[in-house]
């Protein structure tokens, strides 16, 4: 009898891996490595957060806490759903947990069944089809190409739905391309949803707050009141307030639904941190112009990446509206070799050559359902992207 379950079997481990652990094995051996692999903002979390959570301990806020998370963070949500999304939620429609993964994980776990259909637009979050997966779902992909922004269009969506389609993910911005649905393109989505009343929606608005250009972000409920009964909306101050390691996510959505993720989550991981919570409440509270000064920075460092990568290297590249990832094409330079020797066949290729050859990391496209692609984050300072476009253009001008 094999010891390991079929679920865990079921999934692969994170592709993302690999090349992380190449990255810090060429660090420690004293390589210059400069990694844009990563998914987490380069700032810190603001002072007051900090000092939040200072005062939670030493008020002795140190406690298991209700599963569902502490009133005044829920509240805190509420506030937050009302003043951003114009989306209205009672206390028992709202739900706190250890980071936004772990509410979709809630979420996927409460409601799929062996044969469910999710679909999943392509390039996903690596984590969308392997949850799917771990579930005993089946992952429905559906292509949302350069060609079209990177953003599902309304006839992909309607040509994926099936009888048996149980939720559709959404993620905007995204990761990996930092697509952002306008309210029109939104909206042309949440048509093709009236039609079809037995789909779900998970959106996944973890990059809410960094949208770009002036533009306005847009989530489904906001565009379309009628799909609240029918929709998740999960967010988290891991990206908004630079919390990746404080790990609070939230969510809206049908009290069925948030009760039955809570019956999961009372008996796994209990509550998310009790000081973590109180953080969060200040960081949902507090002020919220620092954002605008994060926004301005993520808009510079995305604008001299794009340029850089443009530049006459072979890569294509386009300028998304948000998050903080570009994910240029490397398909002109497959099949190619690099400076020193190495066959460029795959995506996979290109980017370890690349940190073999110049010390930049960063993440194939297949990791996220697209071949011939590659992610870059450039959650980094200007000098190391400077630096680290400065190596790309070389290796690429190297290429035969
Ligand atoms: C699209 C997306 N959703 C969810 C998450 C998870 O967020 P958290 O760290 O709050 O679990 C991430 C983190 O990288 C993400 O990129």
Redesign the pocket.
């Given at each position: 009898m094999a010891f390991l379950s079929d679920a865990i079997s079921r999934i692969a481990p994170s592709a993302t891996v690999a090349i992380s652990r190449k990255a810090a094995d060429m660090k420690r051996n004293g390589r210059d490595v400069i990694s844009l692999a990563a998914?987490?903002p380069d700032f810190d979390t603001p002072l007051n957060v900090r000092e939040a959570a200072i005062r939670a301990m030493a008020e002795g806020k140190t406690r298991y806490t209700n599963v569902d998370g502490i009133p005044e963070l829920k509240a805190a949500v509420a506030r937050k759903f009302k003043r951003d999304n114009n989306i209205s939620a009672a206390p028992e429609e709202i739900m706190i947990g250890?980071?936004?993964?772990?509410?979709?994980f809630n979420a996927l776990l409460a409601t799929l069944n062996p044969g469910d259909e999710v679909i999943i637009p392509v390039p996903y979050?690596v984590?969308y089809p392997e949850i799917v997966r771990l579930c005993d779902a089946t992952p429905v992909f559906a292509r949302a190409d350069a060609s079209t922004g990177f953003k599902l269009s309304p006839e992909a969506l309607d040509a994926a739905i099936t009888p048996k389609t149980k939720w559709l993910i959404l993620?905007t911005p995204?990761?990996p391309t930092g697509a952002a649905y306008s309210a029109a393109e939104l909206k042309a989505l949440t048509d093709v949803l009236m039609r079809h009343p037995h789909v779900h929606v998970l959106t996944?608005d973890?990059?809410e707050v960094l949208v770009y250009d002036g533009g306005s972000f847009a989530t489904v409920v906001q565009m379309e009141p009628a799909l609240q009964p029918r929709t998740l909306t999960?967010n988290?101050?891991?990206?908004s307030h630079a919390m990746?390691g404080w790990?609070?996510?939230y969510c809206t959505g049908p009290k069925e639904l948030i009760g039955a993720m809570t019956k999961l989550q009372g008996q796994s991981t209990t509550n998310p941190s009790s000081i973590a919570q109180w953080a969060a409440v200040e960081a949902l509270d507090g002020p919220q112009e620092f954002l605008a000064g994060w926004r301005a920075k993520f808009q510079e460092r995305r604008d001299l990446v794009v340029k850089g990568l443009n530049a006459n290297t072979g890569l294509d590249c386009l300028t998304p509206e948000g998050?903080f990832y570009v994910f240029p094409s490397v398909t002109n330079l497959l099949g190619k070799t690099s400076k020193t020797g190495t066959k460029l066949n795959t995506d996979e290729d290109f980017v370890m050559a690349l940190l073999d050859e110049t010390g930049v990391a960063l993440v194939h496209g297949t990791a996220f359902g697209s071949p011939g692609a590659m992610r870059l984050s450039y959650a980094a300072s200007n000098k190391e992207l400077e630096d680290a476009v400065g190596r790309i253009q070389e290796f690429c001008a190297g290429i035969r």
């Open positions: 998914g987490e250890s980071g936004g993964k772990q509410i979709i979050w984590s993620n995204s990761n996944d973890i990059y999960m988290g101050v891991s990206k990746t790990r609070i996510g998050a």
